[in-house]
Nanobody, 117 residues
Framework: QVQLVESGGGLVQAGGSLTLSCAAS????????MGWYRQAPGKLRDVVAS???????NYADSVKGRFTISRDNARNTVYLHMNSLKPEDTAVYYC???????????WGKGTLVTVSS
């Protein structure tokens, strides 16, 4: 049974930083593609950052240079380090695992990030 548990969200002022964590169980993260998505009120869920099983990393244009995705294989945890936060980064952030070999998607329940101006 795959479980993804996000933590680290909260309220932060614009320009501040937060680090989100996604603790995975039931899968080995470095064998699968992992990602962070976000969904703001009234908007669709969009990818923020992703890291493939092979280690390739991609970011949404809106967060390039500010956010960093990383993984700790020993802890089986994926992180999203967020710097220079903006009010438009306010959203629920979800951890995603796309597991091999069938590309099955699993989601965490999300963690809320609120950036005040």
């Amino acid at each position: 049974q795959v479980q993804l548990v996000e933590s680290g969200g909260g309220l932060v002022q614009a320009g501040g930083s937060l680090t989100l964590s996604c603790a995975a169980s039931g899968i080995i993260i470095d064998y699968n593609d992992m990602g962070w998505y976000r969904q703001a009120p009234g908007k669709l869920r969009d990818v923020v950052a992703s890291i493939t099983a092979g280690g390739s990393i991609n970011y949404a244009d809106s967060v390039k240079g500010r956010f960093t995705i990383s993984r700790d294989n020993a802890r089986n945890t994926v992180y999203l380090h967020m710097n220079s936060l903006k009010p438009e980064d306010t959203a629920v952030y979800y951890c995603n695992a796309r597991t091999k070999p069938w590309d099955m998607d699993y989601w965490g329940k999300g963690t809320l990030v609120t950036v005040s101006s």
